[in-house]
């Protein structure tokens, strides 16, 4: 059985994205972007609600082909490019970049994926992610506090129907006061 972690910056109030779908409080250190890309590096499987596979696909198909880019973004955009992913979207018509799209139920298709064998799964995008934390789909939850406070906005979390015992498995302070905590969801 394959392995699902949500991951995602996220504001020390709880957001992973300010009002009006704002990521400028987010850029990470050069270490905390590195240790995403080898994240990405390592992910068999990347599922994607449609807003985060449109603001990830408008950038890093051809983010290294941009004036200024650094040797960790051409890294990362490969690494992003090649790995696959699956887009769930009722409304996107297509996907590309090493994606598929799926219309249908999310929580069946993410139960279906799981139970294939394969490298372990990120999911990402706060609907998504949500409905996968009330069915109880996710293992491992990590996040990549960063001190501010953003007031507002899409939340990590959603509104659970029953409580979620985790426990912590590491802890990695990066530059800048950003705080990684990573959590294993009790079985």
């Given at each position: ?148 406070l953003v007031g507002g906005g899409t939340p990590f979390f959603t509104a659970l129907d029953n409580w979620v015992n985790l426990n912590l498995v590491e802890t990695r302070t990066f530059p800048d006061g950003v705080v990684l905590t990573r959590y294993e969801t009790k079985r």
């Amino acid at each position: 059985m394959r392995k699902l972690t949500f991951a995602m910056n996220v504001s020390l109030d709880g957001y992973i994205a300010a009002p009006g779908d704002d990521l400028g409080w987010s850029t990470p250190s050069d270490e905390l972007f590195q240790w995403w890309s080898d994240r990405v590096g390592s992910t068999g499987l990347s599922l994607y609600g449609r807003k985060l596979w449109e603001t990830m696909s408008s950038h890093w198909p051809i983010a290294d082909q941009q004036p200024g880019v650094t040797p960790a973004e051409v890294e990362f955009a490969h690494r992003w490019r090649d790995m696959p992913k699956v887009v769930f979207s009722s409304t996107t018509g297509t996907v590309d970049w090493n994606a598929r799209l799926v219309t249908g139920d999310a929580v069946t298709e993410i139960s279906r994926l799981k139970a294939e064998d394969g490298g372990p799964m990120d999911i990402g995008g706060a609907t998504l992610a949500g409905a996968a934390m009330r069915a109880g789909l996710i293992d491992e939850y990590v996040l990549a506090t960063a001190p501010v406070l953003v007031g507002g906005g899409t939340p990590f979390f959603t509104a659970l129907d029953n409580w979620v015992n985790l426990n912590l498995v590491e802890t990695r302070t990066f530059p800048d006061g950003v705080v990684l905590t990573r959590y294993e969801t009790k079985r």
